[in-house]
Nanobody, 127 residues
Framework: QVQFVESGGDLVQPGGSLRLSCAASGRTFSARTMGWFRQFPGKEREFVAAISGSGKSAYYADSIKGRFTISRDNAKNTLYLQINSLKPEDTAVYYC????????????????????WGQGTRVTVSS
């Protein structure tokens, strides 16, 4: 059974940093693209970033470029999202996701490209 343990979400002040983690078990995902999405209250999930199975390629949403960094440790079967210079508008539940594709798929920002999802971790940015 595939399980994801997401962690790292917290209440932080504007300007702070967080590192989100998504540890997978039950299956190895080193050959599959993984991504992060986030969901604001009352809104649909939106794409944040994706990284290829090898970790050599990444794609980011324009809205977060320069502040977010996606990475992975295939030996640990874990995906990360480093978030710097947090803003109140980053407040959301962040979800990890896994795609069947080993390389970045066409339109990696579409949720339909992903077939496994984590349970989410909440990030709140407030002073």
């Amino acid at each position: 059974q595939v399980q994801f343990v997401e962690s790292g979400g917290d209440l932080v002040q504007p300007g702070g940093s967080l590192r989100l983690s998504c540890a997978a078990s039950g299956r190895t995902f080193s050959a599959r693209t993984m991504g992060w999405f986030r969901q604001f209250p009352g809104k649909e999930r939106e794409f944040v970033a994706a990284i290829s199975g090898s970790g050599k390629s990444a794609y980011y949403a324009d809205s977060i470029k320069g502040r977010f960094t996606i990475s992975r440790d295939n030996a640990k079967n874990t995906l990360y999202l480093q978030i710097n210079s947090l803003k109140p508008e980053d407040t959301a539940v962040y979800y990890c996701a896994v795609s069947p594709a080993p390389t970045l798929p066409y339109r990696p920002w579409t949720s339909g490209q992903y077939d496994y999802w984590g349970q989410g971790t909440r990030v709140t940015v407030s002073s």
